[in-house]
């Protein structure tokens, strides 16, 4: 099957492309939800948190009490740590760096292959068509050292207005998902407007997140 390049064409330092399939397979779109299955357990191993149970043991050898501890999953704690690293130490290690991208690239894969973008099965490490990239910082000169604290809540208004996006989004992929079916191919429209989608968080993620730029995402699906 032939493709077609739809590329991001914007400067920020977070990009994000994928290759149109100009046609796409009816069974594989049909079976979706179970297809995804193991490659969706695989990404919730990767980055779901860890619960453990906390015993207390008494001199006697009886158990005192239980308790149960929860971790923040392999997401947050890149967001906590890179956070401490670049408040106090000013620095954002490659290969810290490339670990969040290519874990990120992996999420991607995942996400548009269940949104019906592509048809090939997520790669845990192969590009594919989806082409996600970020720039790395040089964080002595170009990010802020307290900036991180609060851009969270900077992005707040990214959050309120990609919330109501991917009410969009639902609508768009189950109308997708109808068009594929009969004609084997997905809206040009509605597949402009949900990469568009994915660029415009993946601008957010790579912001708030990610903390790899102090540039401020632009509100656009470009």
Do not use: C
Request: avoid cysteine; aromatic fraction near 16%.
């Amino acid at each position: 099957m032939t493709e077609t390049a739809i590329p991001a064409t914007s400067d920020y330092p977070a990009r994000l492309s994928i290759e149109a399939q100009t046609s796409l397979s009816r069974a594989s779109t049909i079976f979706r939800i179970i297809l995804i299955i193991p490659i969706a357990i695989v990404l919730h191993l990767l980055v779901s948190s860890g619960e453990g149970a906390i015993v207390v043991v008494n001199e006697a050898g009886d158990v005192a009490s239980t308790s149960t501890s929860y971790g923040f999953g392999i997401l947050g704690t890149l967001f906590f740590l890179t956070l401490l690293m670049i408040l106090f130490r000013k620095v954002y290690p490659r290969w810290w760096f490339d670990f969040a991208l290519n874990l990120h690239r992996f999420i991607t894969r995942v996400t548009a292959y269940f949104l019906l973008l592509t048809d090939r099965y997520p790669s845990t490490e192969d590009h594919q068509n989806v082409h996600l990239d970020l720039d790395y910082p040089d964080a002595r000169t170009q990010l802020n050292r307290g900036l991180p604290l609060v851009k969270w809540f900077l992005a707040i208004p990214h959050f309120v207005v990609l919330f109501f996006l991917g009410i969009a989004v639902f609508v768009v992929v189950v109308l997708s998902w109808f068009a594929i079916i009969f004609t084997g191919r997905y809206p040009t429209a509605f597949f402009d407007f949900v990469v568009g989608y994915l660029r415009w968080s993946w601008r957010v993620q790579a912001y708030a997140i990610l903390l790899a730029t102090d540039k401020y995402p632009p509100f656009s699906l470009r």
